[in-house]
Structure formats: structure tokens, C-alpha cells
């Protein structure tokens, strides 16, 4: 049985006359928008515990955030005295996904550690195989997206749940047609002239996170909005947000591993709420 109950999600995409698809931002606005930097920092100083296991989870979670600043943090973190670091943070970078590391594991392929060279292996396979499906993919595209991470505007924000929006939305957006999403490290501008495609960027923030016990439920409520950029002049030219409530069973939610499936239902929901059915949007965004 499902211990999840979604109990609500709405999609919203705010209107500019009659023919525009997103919402002027006031400067006021633009000014949250270049708020709190995203959890790289935080999970990079992580990296510099005494303690491995710390640092093992620190790469983990650095894997999930789609950070540009997160890639130079697991590179250098492949060089850890720990074979356990080092592997993890070879796992890792195939979770973040992004060819830009090929030259680096490669370079690790001779590790003293045989569990850390077979991580290596298994890694470089996977980011070679989705480079050539991604080839293919970006000369079928109308659009290139890139996601420039999620941010936290809210105090004491955890990595983990920015991570996990992180990778709720990169999955999203691969599932709109005629999308093509370019890799954290990846410039804009010279991906629009490599691809002689148009390239939007979209930054994610979440604004509200909030939990509470009603009845025999517990219920996180999890409103996230992006903000979207046509290039190469980068201005914002609107914004797609998301709201969805995810209930528990009280039962399943007593701990905090019961708790955190249920944020992390939210906040998917929420991040599928604001750009599942966005193809639209994106498009018209990639031709202001």
C-alpha cells in the first residue's frame, strides 16, 4: 500500500497581457533571486572533516545538488587519503552526470584500491554512454535548458533537500519533448553557438518547507518557484512555480527516515508541479 497521500498540487504560470506566458519581475524581485548561494559551499567544507565517513557523505550529497562549483569540490575529493572518499566521490560524479570528469577518472583508473578502480570503471561507462545519447538528443532539440541548481531562501535549508529538487528537477525537464539540458559546468553562450541552438537558463529556489501533524497524518507542504532567463543577454524574463502537499501515516513518520520520505515526496511534487507540463513556456522563453 501507499504510505504517501498527495493531497495537492498546483502548477502556476503567471500571465503578462494576453500573449505572454511569464510575469515581469520587479527589481525587487530579481534581487531575492540572487540570493543565498546554492549547498556547494556548505557540503565543500564537509569535504575537510577529519572524520571520512563525513566526508563520504559530504561527496554523496554533492553528486545530487547539479551545482557548477559542486564538480571541482568531487575532482579534487577523488584524490582523498580514503579509498572510501574516493570512491564515493567517483559514484558521485556519475550521479552529477557531467562528461566534463571523464579526464579526471580517467586519471584514476590506476587507483592502489581495487573497489575504488571498479567505481572509476563503472563510472566512466555510464558518462561515456549518456555523452553519446545526449549527442543525439541536443540535434533533435528546439531548446536548450540549463538548470543553474536550487537554491534555499528560507533559514537552515538542508543540502539534502536542495539536492533532492536538484535532481527532481533535472528529471523533469528531460521529459519535456524538444528539451535538451546542458551539464553544470557547461557555458551558455558557447553552447548556443556549438548546438546552433537557443539556450534558456532556469534557476530553482524553494521558498516555503513546512511540516505539520494533523489527525492520524503528517503533512510537508513544499511551494518552489524558477525563475527563467533567455540568453545571451540573461534577463529574467518570468517565472513557473509549484506547490504540492504530501501526507504520512503517523506510523511511518516516526522517525526521521520516515519524515524524510515524505519531504522528499513534496518537494518532487512540487518541482513536477511547476515544470511538468512547462514545454510551452520554455519554448516561448527560448524566442523573447
Same mark, same amino acid.
Not at 55 to 70: C, E, P
Not at 106 to 121: S, Y
Given at each position: 500500500?501507499?504510505?504517501?497521500? +498527495?493531497? $495537492? $498540487?498546483?502548477r502556476f504560470v503567471s500571465l503578462l497581457g494576453a500573449g505572454a506566458l511569464f510575469a515581469a519581475v520587479s527589481s525587487s524581485s530579481l534581487e531575492v533571486q540572487a540570493g543565498p548561494a546554492g549547498p556547494s559551499s556548505e557540503l565543500a567544507l564537509r569535504l575537510a572533516s577529519k572524520d571520512f565517513r563525513v566526508r563520504v557523505q559530504a561527496a554523496l550529497l554533492l553528486g545530487k545538488t547539479g551545482d557548477a562549483a @559542486? +564538480? =571541482? @569540490?568531487? +575532482? $579534487?575529493?577523488?584524490?582523498? =587519503? $580514503? @579509498? @572510501?572518499v574516493r570512491a564515493a566521490s567517483a559514484a558521485a560524479l556519475s550521479t552529477y552526470g557531467d562528461p566534463a570528469a571523464l579526464v579526471a577518472l580517467r586519471a584514476k583508473k590506476g587507483d592502489e584500491n581495487p573497489a575504488v578502480r571498479r567505481q572509476v570503471e563503472s563510472t566512466i561507462a555510464a558518462l561515456e554512454s549518456q555523452k553519446k545519447l545526449e549527442g543525439a538528443e541536443r540535434q533533435k532539440a528546439t531548446v536548450l535548458v540549463k538548470l543553474d541548481g536550487v537554491k534555499n531562501r528560507m533559514p537552515g535549508g538542508a543540502p539534502e533537500t536542495l539536492g533532492v529538487a536538484a535532481q527532481a528537477s533535472r528529471a523533469a525537464l528531460r521529459k519535456i519533448p524538444g528539451i535538451a539540458l546542458l551539464h553544470p559546468s557547461e557555458d551558455p553562450e558557447q553552447a548556443a553557438a556549438t548546438h546552433h541552438r537557443p539556450v534558456i537558463v532556469v534557476m530553482g529556489s524553494i521558498h516555503d518547507l513546512s511540516s505539520q501533524k494533523t489527525g492520524d497524518e503528517f503533512i510537508v507542504s513544499v511551494k518552489i518557484d524558477f525563475v527563467v532567463q533567455s540568453m545571451p543577454e540573461y534577463n529574467i524574463v518570468g517565472k513557473l512555480s509549484g506547490r504540492a502537499s504530501v501526507a504520512g501515516d503517523l506510523l511511518s513518520t516516526r522517525d526521521a527516515l520516515g519524515r524524510a520520505k515524505v519531504q522528499d515526496a513534496a518537494v518532487g511534487a512540487a518541482v513536477d508541479s511547476a515544470l511538468g507540463h512547462s514545454r510551452e513556456a520554455l519554448l516561448a522563453a527560448a524566442k523573447s
Amino acid at each position: 500500500m501507499n504510505v504517501f497521500t +498527495l493531497i $495537492s $498540487s498546483r502548477r502556476f504560470v503567471s500571465l503578462l497581457g494576453a500573449g505572454a506566458l511569464f510575469a515581469a519581475v520587479s527589481s525587487s524581485s530579481l534581487e531575492v533571486q540572487a540570493g543565498p548561494a546554492g549547498p556547494s559551499s556548505e557540503l565543500a567544507l564537509r569535504l575537510a572533516s577529519k572524520d571520512f565517513r563525513v566526508r563520504v557523505q559530504a561527496a554523496l550529497l554533492l553528486g545530487k545538488t547539479g551545482d557548477a562549483a @559542486a +564538480l =571541482e @569540490a568531487l +575532482l $579534487s575529493s577523488l584524490k582523498d =587519503e $580514503s @579509498a @572510501a572518499v574516493r570512491a564515493a566521490s567517483a559514484a558521485a560524479l556519475s550521479t552529477y552526470g557531467d562528461p566534463a570528469a571523464l579526464v579526471a577518472l580517467r586519471a584514476k583508473k590506476g587507483d592502489e584500491n581495487p573497489a575504488v578502480r571498479r567505481q572509476v570503471e563503472s563510472t566512466i561507462a555510464a558518462l561515456e554512454s549518456q555523452k553519446k545519447l545526449e549527442g543525439a538528443e541536443r540535434q533533435k532539440a528546439t531548446v536548450l535548458v540549463k538548470l543553474d541548481g536550487v537554491k534555499n531562501r528560507m533559514p537552515g535549508g538542508a543540502p539534502e533537500t536542495l539536492g533532492v529538487a536538484a535532481q527532481a528537477s533535472r528529471a523533469a525537464l528531460r521529459k519535456i519533448p524538444g528539451i535538451a539540458l546542458l551539464h553544470p559546468s557547461e557555458d551558455p553562450e558557447q553552447a548556443a553557438a556549438t548546438h546552433h541552438r537557443p539556450v534558456i537558463v532556469v534557476m530553482g529556489s524553494i521558498h516555503d518547507l513546512s511540516s505539520q501533524k494533523t489527525g492520524d497524518e503528517f503533512i510537508v507542504s513544499v511551494k518552489i518557484d524558477f525563475v527563467v532567463q533567455s540568453m545571451p543577454e540573461y534577463n529574467i524574463v518570468g517565472k513557473l512555480s509549484g506547490r504540492a502537499s504530501v501526507a504520512g501515516d503517523l506510523l511511518s513518520t516516526r522517525d526521521a527516515l520516515g519524515r524524510a520520505k515524505v519531504q522528499d515526496a513534496a518537494v518532487g511534487a512540487a518541482v513536477d508541479s511547476a515544470l511538468g507540463h512547462s514545454r510551452e513556456a520554455l519554448l516561448a522563453a527560448a524566442k523573447s
